[in-house]
């Protein structure tokens, strides 16, 4: 259920930043986008795992 979520978050940072970009007149493909926000939550993810296991050994 968890990784529903965060596919969940990821799609609506997605279109939010698309629709804000298109706002602003500085629209990016979506594709980016979506590589973007699955990048920074995925590199979050991990980098948080690695601090938990680090500080339980």
């Keep these: 259920m ?3 979520k965060i596919w969940l978050i ?6 939010a930043s698309w629709y804000v970009l298109k706002l602003v007149n500085n629209p990016k493909p979506l594709a980016w986008i979506f590589m973007f926000w699955l990048a920074v939550i995925g590199t979050t993810t991990v980098l ?3 601090v ?3 500080l339980v050994a």
């Excluded at 990821?10 to 279109?15: D, K, N, V």
């Design 52 to 54: 938990s296991v680090y």
């Design 10 to 15: 990821i799609m609506l940072a997605t279109l």
């Design 48 to 50: 948080l795992y690695l």
């Design 2 to 4: 968890a990784i529903v």
